[in-house]
C-alpha cells in the first residue's frame, strides 16, 4: 500500500506543480519506498542533497573547461564513473542521481550554453521534491515490523576494496561503449538509453541469464502498459484517470516485488519503465503518440545491451577461471 499509493501520491503532486522534467521525481522516489529501503531522515535527506549539489557543480564546471579537449574530458569522465561505483562511502540513491548527473550534463554540455545548466539545476530540484515527498509518504505509512523481512533479504555481505574494483572495473567496461558512442556523435536525442544502461548496470545480478530474462519480460511489459495507459489517456485526458492507471499498474508490479521471489527486485524497475514512459509522454509538448513508442524501444535497447554487456563479461570471467585451474 505504502508503495504504491505512495509512487501515485507523489506522481500526482509533481504533475499538478507541473516543474521541468518532473517525471523524474516519481522514478527516482520509487527507491526511497522500495522493499527494505528505511525512511531517511532530515539530516540523511540534506546530507543528500548537499552531496548532489557539490557533485553537479563539478560537473557542469569540468564540462565547462574541459569539453574541447576530449583526449581529458573522457578520461576523467570514466575515472569518475570508476569511482563512483567502487566507494561504498556513497549510499545507493545518491550513487544513483549522481550516476545519472555524470552522464548527462557533461553529454548535454556539448549543445548550445545553458542546456547543461539548466538540467543540473532541475536534477537539484527533482531529488529535492523527491526526498521530501517520500518522507511525506513515510509519516502516512510508517515503517513497520514487516517491513524488517525485506531489509533481511536485501542486505548483502560487505565487499573488499578489490571485488568493488573489479565489480567497477567491469561496469566502466560496459560503459565505456556507449559513453563513446554518445559521446563522438553528440547522441543526446537518445539520452534516456544512456541513462537506463546506467540505472541498470548497477545492478550485477544481471549476469545471470534468468535475471537478465525476466528483466527484459519485465520492461517489455511495463512498456506495454504504458502504451496501452497512454491511449486510453487519449480517451480520457484527465489527471484522475491517470492516477487510477498508476493505481492498477503499481497494484500488477507491485504484488510480484513484494513476493519471496529471487526475482521480485526486477519488478519494480518494470513499474519505473512504465513511471518513465508515461510520465515522460504526457508532460512532452511534442507528437507524443510517436513518442511513447519510441521511449519503449529507447528502453528496451538500453535492457538488451546490458543483459548481454553483462553475459560477455560473465563468460570471458568463467573462461578465465577454467584456464586458471
Not at 16 to 22: A, G, H, K, R, T
Not at 57 to 74: E, N, Q, R, W
Not at 265 to 294: C, H, K, M, Q, R
Request: glycine content about 6%; charged content about 10%.
Amino acid at each position: 500500500m505504502r508503495y504504491v499509493l505512495g509512487i501515485t501520491f507523489i506522481l500526482f503532486i509533481s504533475s499538478i506543480l507541473d516543474y521541468p522534467l518532473s517525471y523524474l521525481t516519481t522514478v527516482l522516489a520509487i527507491g526511497y519506498i522500495a522493499p527494505g529501503a528505511k525512511p531517511i531522515t532530515i539530516k540523511q535527506g540534506a546530507t543528500f542533497i548537499l552531496i548532489l549539489i557539490i557533485i553537479n557543480l563539478i560537473t557542469y564546471v569540468f564540462s565547462s573547461f574541459f569539453k574541447d579537449y576530449p583526449l581529458v574530458f573522457m578520461p576523467l569522465i570514466c575515472l569518475g564513473i570508476l569511482w563512483l561505483y567502487y566507494t561504498n562511502k556513497i549510499p545507493t540513491m545518491v550513487k544513483l542521481f549522481a550516476l545519472v548527473s555524470l552522464l548527462v550534463i557533461p553529454l548535454l554540455s556539448l549543445e548550445p550554453q545553458g542546456v547543461s545548466g539548466f538540467v543540473a539545476i532541475n536534477l537539484i530540484m527533482n531529488a529535492f521534491m523527491a526526498v521530501l515527498l517520500t518522507k511525506l509518504v513515510f509519516w502516512v505509512f510508517p515503517w513497520s515490523e514487516a517491513d524488517e523481512v525485506f531489509v533481511k533479504l536485501k542486505s548483502n555481505a560487505e565487499s573488499n576494496e578489490m571485488n568493488r574494483f573489479l565489480y567497477a572495473r567491469n561496469i566502466l567496461l560496459i560503459l565505456l561503449p556507449v559513453l563513446f558512442l554518445f559521446f563522438i556523435f553528440k547522441l543526446s536525442g537518445g539520452l534516456l538509453i544512456l541513462i537506463f544502461i546506467g540505472i541498470l548496470s548497477m545492478n550485477p545480478a544481471l549476469a545471470n541469464a534468468k535475471v537478465g530474462a525476466v528483466l527484459i519480460v519485465a520492461n517489455i511489459l511495463g512498456g506495454i502498459m504504458a502504451i496501452v495507459a497512454y491511449k486510453l489517456l487519449v480517451v480520457v485526458p484527465l489527471l484522475v484517470f491517470m492516477l487510477l492507471l498508476t493505481l492498477c499498474v503499481g497494484f500488477i508490479f507491485g504484488s510480484k516485488l513484494f513476493s519471496k521471489s529471487k526475482l521480485a527486485p526486477i519488478f519494480g524497475t518494470g513499474f519505473s519503465t512504465f513511471l518513465l514512459i508515461l510520465g515522460s509522454v504526457t508532460s512532452s509538448d511534442s507528437e507524443a503518440g510517436s513518442e511513447v513508442w519510441t521511449r519503449v524501444v529507447q528502453i528496451s535497447i538500453a535492457v538488451l545491451y546490458v543483459v548481454i554487456a553483462f553475459r560477455i563479461i560473465a563468460h570471458f570471467k568463467s573462461n578465465r577461471k577454467l584456464k586458471l585451474q
